[in-house]
């Protein structure tokens, strides 16, 4: 099956994110792993962090205002074009994406402002939104 012919069902997640970034060197900060949402990754280059916007501390570089839309998994990892599916829509709409992937299931957190044009560039290319009716 073709990726563009693929349509998924996915929900608008309650939460409201930031995007930080931290030093390569820098440890792990306690803030950066509470909450019902939270990802940390290192590399080589920097540490980022996704969390609740609530817990970010003042001074810390990032970047606020991201909303969650989580699709509806579980996906094996050998599954190809999920993500694709879901990115050309929002790519065709000049939505820009931040994706998140965990062992079941992918993650798309795009900006508050563009939540509404999200949806609808998803919605449009067949995809279903539940709860995206809550702001």
Do not use: N
């Not at 817990?55 to 999920?82: M, Y």
């Amino acid at each position: 099956m073709a990726a563009a012919t693929r349509h998924f069902e996915l929900s608008l997640l309650p939460e409201r994110l930031a995007i930080s970034r931290l030093g390569a060197d820098s440890p792990i900060p306690a803030w950066a792993m509470q909450g019902s949402f939270f990802c940390v990754t290192r590399t080589g280059d920097e540490v980022s962090i996704v969390t609740e916007l609530s817990r970010v501390p003042a001074g810390v570089k990032s970047q606020s205002g991201w909303r969650v839309l989580k699709v509806h998994g579980p996906f094996a990892l050998s599954e190809i074009g999920v993500l694709a599916a879901l990115a050309a829509p929002l790519a065709d709409a000049k939505i820009s994406l931040f994706a998140l992937s965990t062992f079941d299931t992918d993650y798309l957190l795009v900006a508050s402002e563009s939540l509404s044009a999200a949806i609808s560039a998803l919605e449009g290319a067949g995809h279903t939104i539940h709860g995206s009716k809550a702001e």
